[in-house]
């Protein structure tokens, strides 16, 4: 159970160009999910924590007009990297926690590694 | 906010030594604490969690104490092997915000 599945898991795309990735929590409710990025041998950086219908609060120094989230229902989360640039090549990596499960452990779904060129 | 020291960040060990990984986090709101391991491109797995209430857990060759006085937890392998080599990482979480800091990472080689 707790299965996380985030799509696609690896992009290429050109510059100026827009990305969506999405996030979805398969077997399990999840009104919280958390988008990360992660450089090489770097640790996870929260970007934002995403709450199902209301907006998505963003950490300090992440651009929300950049990195679009969308929390639709209890089971999907998206993040779209607009205009994207080679700097945005990364690692990005959601995580969800069950309805009522902030004390439970963080399922993460596999990554997508976007390149930008 | 909360913020999480890991150390040591690289370690490199015998197949059968034991690891020790430490962490100490700022925040005594804290009372949840997960590790990680991350394999090269993969997702992060739960190998084990701390709650604040409780001072050691173990699961076979895996272990976590907790000291709460210190602000500090730490990471026990023992009788490690080549497949354990990972990057580690310990989070400390508030749980009634439900975010989680986490540490910069141990990679862990374990060598046959």
């Known amino acids: 159970g707790a299965v996380v599945s985030q799509h696609p898991s690896r992009v290429i795309c050109k510059s100026g160009t827009s990305v969506k990735i999405e996030c979805r929590s398969l077997d399990f409710q999840a009104t919280t999910m958390f988008w990360y990025r992660q450089f090489p041998k770097k640790s996870l950086m929260l970007m934002a924590t995403?709450?199902?219908?209301?907006?998505?609060?963003?950490e300090q120094g992440v651009e929300k007009d950049k990195f679009l989230i969308n929390h639709a229902s209890l089971t999907l989360s998206t993040l779209t990297v607009t205009s994207a640039h080679p700097e945005d090549s990364s690692f990005y990596i959601c995580s969800a926690t069950r309805v009522g499960g902030m004390d439970s452990p963080l399922h993460f779904g596999n990554g997508t590694r976007l390149t930008v060129t | 906010g909360e913020n999480v020291e890991q150390h040591p960040s690289t370690l490199s060990v015998q197949e059968g030594d034991s690891a020790v990984i430490k962490c100490t986090y700022s925040?005594?709101?804290?009372?949840?604490f997960p590790w990680y391991k991350q394999e090269l491109g993969k997702r992060p797995q739960l190998i084990i969690d701390?709650?604040?209430?409780?001072g050691e857990k173990k699961d076979q060759r895996i272990a976590v104490t907790l000291n709460k006085t210190a602000k500090h937890f730490s990471l026990h392998i023992t009788e490690t092997q080549p497949e354990d080599s990972a990057v580690y990482f310990c989070a400390a979480v508030y749980t009634n915000a439900g975010k989680s800091t986490f540490g910069d990472g141990t990679t862990l080689t374990v060598k046959p």
């Open positions: 701390i709650r604040s209430n409780v």
């Open positions: 995403s709450n199902e219908g209301s907006k998505a609060t963003y």
């Open positions: 925040d005594s709101a804290s009372n949840y």
